[in-house]
């Protein structure tokens, strides 16, 4: 049996680094992942849902063991079955899994698709950062070709500029596997050369994953970084004209971007082209990342796979883009600002009241129910309040006669309905709205 927790009032708590949504902010999620989808519908994306949980191997072999994910941050499961499974932290290895489970490459190449939903990480809890966080992401599976990292960095960029904020896209390129092998001699021989200036944290990722000290966050590191050698001095010919081509395609499309030589991105399935969207405050300044990904051609492989699978995806932290939203952009439809308040004076006019609701339904109208205890007084001061346009009145004398009592709020006027007669205004109102 598992040990009880020694602070019973735990139990009324959530997990560290977890939270329930309610109210607003239940219904600010829920309207992200609407626009989000659509957006990604519009550039021509499917969705796909892959488990919460994934074997273990599909993470150590694809994202690397020497990341801080896998070393520090999954969620292990061991199943009484013998199985080690993990609870996802990431999404676009086990959407690499299902290419390949289901024989994806036998379709039209490439395979664009979506997704969004919990991910886990036994990360320090802080603002924007949780351990059960929200991502939206987007993945081009079976082509090479630079058109496609282009495409993907458009279709993120216009999910963000849904917030209203100045959004920049950071770009890098770490090149093929023959540019990236070059690259890490020079950055290895000069980090050596100033292993005594950069952080202790910093000098043990030399022999494990030297290209995270690029991005490190470590003051005196970063100090050492200015003079490093980049990556975009070491492309071969092909990668160079991989990379030019998704410059000048961001440029074709309007989009803000900058050229980060320290831009790595933290996973080792990464080639090529890598970015981050940045938000940029007032006065110009980079402020915080809502997202980013990359081109990881060899993720198949790194996986045990027989083949390299050609593939760019990105990754958007849903918490944070809603957090740096302007104003509230990410309300869902059936969130939207009701039409009707509908006051029911008594259990005994349930009938009447289903048949009303069919109606209101059919039509797409957006209505608030008032709790069926309290005077019709109160009702209407309720809807006042909430800035609600009309209400609808079902009485034992409109029940009785099959009408509905309609009021305007804003001239106070009102006149009695038959059903048939609702019907056809709630018709007329959807085919001329206000």
Do not use: W
């Not at 495409?151 to 849904?162: A, D, W, Y």
């Amino acid at each position: 049996m598992p040990k009880e927790s020694k602070n019973k009032n735990n139990l009324f708590q959530s997990p560290k680094g977890m939270r329930d949504f309610l109210g607003e902010k239940f219904y600010e999620k829920q309207g992200f992942y609407t626009r989000a989808e659509s957006i990604a519908g519009y550039y021509g994306f499917s969705g796909i849902e892959t488990p919460i949980v994934e074997h273990a191997e599909v993470f150590t072999k694809g994202v690397g063991e020497h990341t801080d994910i896998v070393e520090k941050e999954m969620y292990d499961l061991h199943t009484r079955g013998g199985d080690h499974l993990v609870m996802r932290p990431e999404g676009t290895a086990g959407v690499m899994r299902s290419y390949i489970e289901h024989g994806m490459s036998s379709l039209p190449q490439p395979i664009m698709l979506y997704y969004g939903g919990p991910f886990f990480r036994h990360d320090k809890p802080q603002k924007g950062r949780y351990r059960q966080l929200y991502q939206f992401g987007l993945e081009i599976i079976g082509s090479q070709k630079p058109e496609y990292d282009v495409l993907i960095i458009q279709t993120g960029f216009r999910i963000l500029k849904e917030t209203g904020r100045n959004i920049v896209v950071k770009i890098n390129s770490l090149g093929d596997s023959e540019t990236r092998k070059n690259y890490l001699k020079k950055l290895i021989n000069y980090y050596q050369k100033h292993e005594n200036e950069i952080s202790k944290k910093d000098r043990g990722r030399l022999s494990t994953n030297p290209l995270r000290v690029l991005d490190s966050k470590e003051p005196e590191t970063k100090e050492v970084n200015k003079n490093a050698p980049t990556c975009l001095e070491t492309l071969n010919t092909s990668s160079k004209a991989h990379f030019d081509m998704v410059i000048k395609g961001l440029s074709e499309a309007g989009i803000n971007y900058e050229i980060d030589h320290t831009l790595v991105r933290g996973l080792d399935y990464y080639s090529h082209t890598v970015f981050e969207f940045i938000v940029y405050d007032e006065n110009g300044q980079p402020s915080h990342a809502l997202g980013g990904g990359g081109r990881y051609d060899g993720l198949a492989r790194a996986m045990g796979y027989n083949k390299d699978i050609p593939a760019v995806g990105l990754g958007i932290g849903v918490d944070r883009t809603i957090e740096s939203a302007k104003k509230k952009v990410f309300i869902p439809q059936n969130k939207q600002h009701p039409d009707f308040y509908f006051i029911q004076t008594g259990e005994e006019l349930n009938n009447a009241s289903f048949h009303l609701r069919e109606i209101l339904y059919q039509n797409n109208a957006k209505v608030v129910f008032a709790p069926q205890k309290g005077s019709i007084g109160q009702g209407l001061g309720i809807a006042e309040n909430l800035k609600i346009p009309f209400v609808l009145i079902l009485g034992k004398d409109e029940a009785q006669d099959k009408t509905i009592t309609l009021r305007n709020m804003n001239n106070r006027e009102q006149q009695t309905l038959t059903f048939d007669e609702f019907d056809n205004y709630l018709k007329l109102m959807k085919k001329n709205p206000a």
